[in-house]
């Protein structure tokens, strides 16, 4: 996937989101229903309580004879008003013509509480406040008045309690087993949800770990130069797998808390529009709350993303160095050098932790308790009491209770969110470095005549380590490059290669400029092998091809056995199918130099390129090196950078360089009879005096 350099990060996560959105917003409907379904249980809780358990205490009317929803007692029959029925009633609830007045039915009576006791007080109640039963007589006082009413009751028994609450247990039941469904529904929409949000931040994620990779590729080699292997590992592991949680925590969290909100507040103005404003100030209050914790905490992930990516690079160059730092007895200044960075690592997550604290789940259940306190205090010192029932008092601290929970959730997912955001930052400045688009196709095999004209080159600004260089190699003649440490003989390479390109001059291959042939296409035919050759994780046969399709088992067998290596090699254990493993720490420095020669032979390359290649092989080895030499340059254009001069005598040109540039060139015989600096530096390897003109 591209993204443009500049754009914001929140924009390029939305993207990479989009590549799933069919899965995302399915996941996103079924958690709106679910959170609908969830919705609705506290209005049928609501209405169990208010209609079919506390809607006992309503005028009940006296009628003729058993009908639906009578109860009798003492021999007379009645009817809660409420359910009385233009039409005679039917056992299913309230429907039309609803409730009909007193006069249209016989005398009203009531049932009504007292403590734990029940009362039927056979008649009207013609006072309301708080009641008080002594004896047979049931005392109501106005509280706002102090005036007090008198009324005969008579105390029910279980079973006669029991009589009235009978015709709602129906109704109690189906409301009950709709809950339940509910549920069920509510855990069947939770669940298709998360697994499609889940599987989809895999899917994203994985997604951008390969764009990821792929960019590493397509970076230029001077990139690495000033970045560690273990920062670039960091970013594409640790980094990723932040950003993961973002789409499956942080994204669920905070659109689930969103929906619930937006739910919660419309089921409470449907519900009672004064408790709803009451609640009100908890957006605005969260709003802020995100925008304090965000201000500290991308502070803090910067600084602990980054010296995690420190800590990976350490232990990164420990493991490779681990020779070095035990021959040289450094394993006590390494673990030091560790435990400051770790330290100061654990410092920062320690301040970001208190920040969690701080803002996370107790303030949230403080503000929580508060408002229940307001909304109670208000309730039973009468502000709401009369107004507000019990129903839907409980139906609010239900709701409260469920809104609190997806607050809790996203104020948790603070730090998620953060931390995903500032790996994002980092990942996708990595996708912003400008890489080099990997070229398609094929390039047709050029003949190898190299041309550098005047080329000047620094890797650093105007510290130039290549000046005025100059020379032609022509299709099959083998360039000796020799010099001091420093004198730019691996420069050369690197631009022939174009791992760099040139400041000045140019670079001609068949005369055609490097510059305008595609990287990859100018290296499809370009062999090299190092001092110090890489082996992959793989076998010594894999080695050779690199897993190219293109070079098959035969081409394989018979490079190894044109350097000489093929008998070596089938004596091992398993063969040339032998397992190599990182870096190919088990085989020797010869072994490893020359699977490297079987696998630039194995491409046969139109340029081939020895950067050092025997430096590091003993005598035996470099024999059988020496003699797959002559087989690896035929029709090649070879460049030969040597320390071991006896190794390159055969060389149709040799290019003596000092502090880059060129200070002698021409064949061994040339060079030795003009006594300079190639023939100082050959007596002094050969043991005798040097002793130029």
């Known amino acids: 996937m591209g993204t ?140 706002d008045t102090g005036a007090s009413a008198q009324f005969p009751v008579q105390k029910l028994t279980t079973k006669e309690l029991y009589a009235f609450y009978k015709p ?47 960019h590493t590729q397509r970076l230029p080699v001077q990139y690495y130069d000033n970045l560690a292997a273990g ?99 450094r394993q006590k200044e390494t673990t030091k050098e560790f435990e400051e960075l770790n330290n100061y690592y654990f410092k920062y997550q320690n301040k970001l932790l208190s920040l969690n604290s701080i803002t996370s789940h107790n303030l949230v259940n403080v503000v929580r308790n508060v408002l229940f306190l307001i909304v109670i205090w208000m309730f039973w010192g009468g502000t709401l009491g009369a ?36 790996s994002a930052e980092r990942v996708f400045k990595l996708m912003d470095e400008e890489g080099i688009d990997v070229t398609s196709g094929k390039m047709e095999r050029y003949k190898g005549d190299v041309e550098f004209d005047n080329v000047t080159f620094a890797y650093k600004k105007d510290d130039y380590v290549l000046k005025g260089i100059s020379f032609h190699a022509r299709q099959g003649e083998t360039v000796a490059l020799v010099g001091h440490t420093g004198s730019g003989k691996s420069s050369i390479l690197n631009l022939l290669f174009r791992f760099y390109d040139t400041n000045q001059g140019r670079i001609v291959v068949d005369g055609k400029d490097v510059r305008d042939i595609p990287k990859q296409l100018l290296r499809q035919h370009m062999g090299i092998v190092l001092q110090d050759p890489f082996l992959f994780t793989g076998t010594i046969a894999s080695n050779v091809s690199l ?45 490893r130099q020359l699977i490297s020669f079987a696998r630039a032979l194995a491409y046969d390359p139109a340029i081939l390129i020895l950067d050092e290649a025997t430096a590091s092989i003993d005598t035996e080895t470099e024999a059988i090196i020496q003699a797959a030499l002559d087989v690896l340059k035929k029709g090649r254009t070879t460049f030969v950078i040597a320390h071991r001069l006896s190794t390159i005598r055969q060389a149709d040109q040799i290019l003596v360089l000092d502090r880059g540039v060129i200070v002698e ?5 040339a060079l030795m009879e003009h006594r300079g600096k190639y023939y100082a530096m050959y007596q002094l390897q050969q043991g005798g005096a040097a002793q130029p003109a």
């Open 231 to 329: 920062q670039v590992v960091s970013r594409v592991t640790n980094d990723t797998e932040a950003i993961r949680e973002l789409y499956v925590g942080v994204l669920a969290n905070f659109f689930t808390g969103t929906i619930y909100m937006v739910g919660i507040f419309g089921a409470l103005f449907l519900l009672d529009t004064r408790l709803a404003l009451i609640t009100l100030p908890l957006v605005p209050i969260l709003i802020v709350w995100i925008i304090v914790y965000r201000k500290f905490a991308a502070k803090y992930n910067r600084i602990i993303r980054t010296k995690l990516s420190e800590i990976n690079a350490m232990i990164n160059e420990s493991i490779q160095g681990m020779t070095i730092i035990q021959a040289f007895r």
């Open 4 to 143: 443009s350099t500049g754009t914001p990060t929140g924009k390029r996560l939305f993207q990479y989101a989009m590549l799933y959105k069919k899965p995302i917003l399915l996941a996103m409907l079924l958690l709106v229903l679910a959170v609908a379904a969830e919705l609705t249980g506290p209005l049928i809780a609501k209405r169990m309580i208010d209609q079919n358990i506390l809607g006992i205490e309503k005028p009940w009317h006296e009628v003729q004879g058993e009908r639906a929803y009578a109860v009798e007692y003492r021999g007379k029959w009645y009817v809660r008003e409420d359910r009385l029925k233009s039409d005679g009633g039917e056992a299913g609830g309230e429907s039309q013509g609803q409730a009909v007045g007193a006069a249209a039915a016989g005398k009203e009576v009531r049932v009504l509480q007292v403590g734990r006791s029940y009362y039927f007080l056979d008649g009207e109640l013609t006072q309301n406040g708080a009641k008080k039963v002594d004896g047979g007589l049931m005392t109501v006082t106005d509280p």
């Open 387 to 422: 107004l507000v029932t019990v129903g839907v008092l409980y139906a609010y601290v239900d709701y409260m209770n469920r809104m609190f929970a997806p607050i809790v959730g996203i104020v948790n997912q603070l730090s998620n969110l953060e931390t995903a955001r500032v």
């Open 547 to 591: 897993d190219n399709p293109a070079i098959s088992r035969e081409q394989i067998v018979q490079a190894l056995k044109d350097v000489g290596a093929y008998e070596m090699f089938m004596s091992l254990p398993g063969g040339i199918d032998a397992p190599v493993i990182e870096k190919g720490a088990t085989l020797s420095a010869g072994q």
């Open 665 to 669: 060139r021409g064949n061994h015989d």
């Open 168 to 214: 709602e247990v129906p109704g109690l039941l189906r409301l009950a087993a709709m809950y339940f469904g509910l549920l069920i529904l509510v855990a069947l929409f939770a669940y298709g949800q998360r697994l499609l949000l889940q599987t989809s931040a895999n899917r994203i994620v994985r997604q951008m770990r390969g764009d990821v990779f792929a």
